[in-house]
């Protein structure tokens, strides 16, 4: 697990995206590899495309349980997959206060001023923070 968290950091400290890295380290733990990964989790970076939505590294674990614990016909059970994923919710509000991208960060990184904050207060280093921790909580899950 530990080699997952880490890797999920060197990706965003790489330049992927906090979605991207938490899915992409986490199902290469899992041995699932797809030319979609981490393609499908790009436009939920940065509190989906920078609109001050939902946190990515959250978006992209819940991505990883939705791999995990989805389901592939409308006529399956998807109640699994939801209690994973409010689960996760709640565990990672309850370490982090929130789940929110602006909350979490203190900035609208859809705006000139957010995204000049982030860098000055140097926050890729907080958001690097929450996708390992996003890695951690869902393999402790899966």
Not at 5 to 12: C, D, H, L, N, T
Not at 127 to 132: H, K, L, N, R
């Amino acid at each position: 697990m530990e080699n997952a968290v880490e890797k999920s950091k060197v990706y965003f400290d790489s330049g992927f995206g906090c979605a991207e890295s938490v899915l992409k380290a986490t199902m290469e733990s899992k041995g699932i590899e797809s030319e979609l990964i981490p393609r499908i989790a790009s436009g939920f970076c940065g509190g989906i495309a920078n609109t001050g939505g939902m946190c990515g590294a959250v978006i992209g674990a819940i991505m990883a349980l939705n791999i995990a614990y989805g389901r592939n016909m409308a006529s399956e059970s998807k109640e699994l997959n939801d209690q994973k994923v409010r689960q996760f919710i709640g565990n990672f509000e309850s370490k982090f206060g929130s789940s929110s991208c602006p909350a979490l960060t203190g900035c609208d990184l859809g705006t000139e001023a957010g995204q000049q904050k982030f860098n000055k207060l140097n926050l890729h280093q907080k958001c690097a923070e929450f996708t390992g921790e996003a890695t951690r909580m869902v393999l402790g899950m899966m």
